[in-house]
């Protein structure tokens, strides 16, 4: 399977951080994280199984769910829940790898802006709690429309 080189560069930075933290960035591992950083947009479970399968013929369901959910939890891929789709995350290594993320959504093409705004996490968490509640883990997916699909228009 064939990446391009930023993709590989990507995938060679994941494998470090992996390493870095106990774990092991496996050969489908790499190849489910690869099909996602090669694409533009967000992909989603099926998809990837269906990619795999041109060279994994005995690729599953479970094969595939079971890779992202070690890419989610090394921090290497989020999830819009949104869309149940995935985007990949390849950060500097002294990056916090469970960081609170949010995301714009183009509803013209699927392009999808990952911030990491502290502002608006801090914000999050005050308002929490004012209420009394406590804020684990958060993501915030806002929809609407990118600068290049407001240009077309």
Do not use: W
Not at 26 to 43: D, F, M, S, W, Y
Not at 69 to 76: A, C, N, P, T, V
Not at 93 to 98: A, G, P
């Amino acid at each position: 399977m064939g990446f391009t080189p930023r993709t590989e560069a990507l995938l060679d930075r994941a494998s470090v951080i992996c390493e870095s933290r106990g774990a092991r960035l496996t050969e489908l591992r790499r190849q489910v994280l690869g099909l996602i950083l090669n694409r533009e947009a967000p992909t989603g479970a099926y998809d990837l199984l269906d990619q795999l399968r041109s060279t994994r013929h005995g690729a599953a369901p479970p094969t595939v769910y079971r890779a992202l959910e070690f890419l989610q939890e090394q921090g290497l891929v989020h999830k819009l829940e949104r869309l149940s789709a995935f985007v990949g995350c390849i950060a500097d290594e002294e990056h916090e790898h469970d960081h609170a993320a949010q995301f714009f959504i183009c509803r013209g093409c699927g392009k999808v802006i990952e911030l990491e705004d502290h502002e608006l996490a801090h914000a999050l968490t005050d308002a929490a709690r004012r209420v009394g509640f406590t804020v684990s883990k958060a993501t915030i997916e806002a929809e609407g429309q990118c600068a290049a699909c407001r240009a077309q228009a």
